[in-house]
């Protein structure tokens, strides 16, 4: 006999997103931007064993106009930005591409443990 799980994962809830970007007046050209996101996020998934269910995430970065792919004159944060993490869940996220404030990547990772 075999025993199958039915998963029906709920989508998670962003909230309260705020996407800024601003001018940087320490550089000579005023192509250059400093941006910045936030965003309430909350998992309608989390068991009560997790002892935390949302965070609010944070994240900022430079960003050129001109050059829409990360590197030396557009560092995007690549890796991971933890937004909230102990020993057994942990929220991230990571810009994964940005081309202007109404256009951009977001991926999201989720981790918990259950143990039922």
């Known amino acids: 006999m ?11 809830e962003l909230t309260n997103v705020r996407l800024e970007c601003d ?12 941006c910045g996101l936030t965003f309430d996020w909350a998992d309608p998934n989390s068991v009560k064993y997790n002892n935390v269910s949302s965070t609010t995430c944070k994240s900022t970065w430079n960003w050129w106009v001109n050059t829409t792919i990360g590197g030396d004159e557009n560092p ?17 996220m990571r810009l994964m591409a940005f081309y202007d404030p109404g256009n951009f990547t977001l991926q999201l990772a989720r981790s918990y443990h259950d143990p039922e």
């Not at 940087?24 to 400093?34: A, I, K």
Request: aromatic share 20%; with cysteine.
């Open 76 to 92: 995007l944060d690549v890796p991971y930005t933890a937004c909230w993490q102990d020993e057994r869940t942990y929220f991230a």
């Open 23 to 34: 001018a940087d007046p320490d550089r000579f050209t005023p192509s250059n931007y400093t």
């Open 2 to 12: 075999k025993l199958l799980a039915t998963l029906n994962f709920k989508p998670y």
